[in-house]
């Protein structure tokens, strides 16, 4: 007798089928795709690095749809009341969950790399954005910062009690100078976008906030030049917390988050 007009033939092969069929998202599920949602909390943490933004937030992003999410870059930038890009700063790194096992040492960070979230999963942590320096930046950067340690090691003598030893105004003001070149934030309402991108620079998703900075998180955020003389937020950061700014933002709606992350305008570089 044939196998196949087997009644047992059948019954395994059915069974079969039916566990494959079984390990497969349904199809209404794969014809869904990939579908992100960005969550963040209702503050921003804003510093600097010689003028050069730097924002710190929780981000959550999660999968809601029936495919795997391939995310490769977050991207977030801030942007005035108009929709002119005051500043691009996509997120770099990331903060390891487990402080640094030394007191007198920073957080560790690892570099944002390709992020992979499986339907239902998502990925959470807390991201270190901004624009990373380029080639004529950096040297004038090494330059200064190298100037500035050199002149204030010099003056510190060995054995003595260490205090407060202030560099050379004429290399101050160097750091001054390039501060306020690259520096763009001013008193005024702003938005924050955060957008989940592609390889293929495909927008995944993106949100939108609006906050407002006062006079009083300027004051602060130049204050750190004040430190510039003793070689902190140059060579080794700054301690002081009330440096720091933290702002409270608020939720737009979708559609205008997405007009303004695709709104390519820049405005003029002004610094008082």
């Given at each position: 007798m044939d196998v196949i007009q087997e009644?047992?033939?059948?019954?395994?092969?059915?069974?079969?089928?039916?566990?494959?069929?079984?390990?497969?998202?349904?199809?209404?599920?794969?014809?869904?795709?990939?579908?992100?949602?960005i969550v963040v909390p209702d503050q921003l943490m804003l510093w600097h690095f010689l003028g050069n933004v730097q924002a710190n937030i929780f981000v959550d992003i999660r999968n809601k749809g029936g495919r795997i999410a391939?995310?490769?870059?977050?991207?977030?930038?801030?942007?005035?009341?108009?929709?002119?890009?005051?500043?691009?700063?996509?997120?770099?790194?990331?903060?390891?969950?487990?402080?640094?096992?030394?007191?007198?040492?920073?957080?560790p960070e690892y570099p944002v790399g390709l992020i992979i979230i499986k339907p239902g999963e998502h990925w959470s942590e807390t991201i270190h954005?901004?624009?990373?320096?380029?080639?004529?930046?950096?040297?004038?950067?090494?330059?200064?910062?190298?100037?500035?340690?050199?002149?204030?090691?010099?003056?510190?003598?060995?054995?003595?009690?260490?205090?407060p030893v202030e560099a050379e105004e004429k290399l101050v003001q160097k750091a001054m100078d390039f501060f306020r070149d690259k520096f763009p934030l001013r008193r005024g309402n702003y938005h924050f976008l955060i957008a989940a991108v592609s390889e293929s620079g495909r927008l995944l998703c993106v949100r939108g906030f609006r906050f407002t900075l006062f006079e009083a998180h300027i004051r602060a955020l130049r204050s750190y030049t004040e430190e510039y003389k003793y070689g902190a937020g140059i060579y080794f950061p700054i301690q002081d917390p009330s440096k720091v700014v933290w702002v409270r933002i608020?939720?737009?709606?979708?559609?205008?988050?997405?007009?303004?992350?695709?709104?390519?305008?820049?405005?003029?570089?002004?610094?008082?």
């Open positions: 009644p047992a033939f059948w019954s395994v092969l059915v069974a079969v089928v039916a566990i494959a069929l079984s390990q497969i998202p349904p199809i209404r599920e794969l014809v869904r795709g990939a579908d992100l949602s391939y995310v490769h870059r977050i991207d977030c930038r801030i942007k005035d009341e108009g929709g002119a890009t005051v500043c691009e700063i996509p997120a770099v790194t990331y903060y390891s969950r487990q402080p640094s096992s030394q007191a007198d040492r920073q957080t954005c901004y624009k990373p320096w380029n080639d004529a930046e950096e040297e004038r950067i090494s330059e200064i910062i190298l100037d500035i340690r050199n002149d204030i090691g010099t003056k510190i003598k060995v054995g003595e009690k260490v205090a608020g939720p737009i709606p979708d559609q205008q988050a997405k007009r303004l992350y695709e709104r390519q305008t820049a405005p003029p570089h002004t610094m008082t």
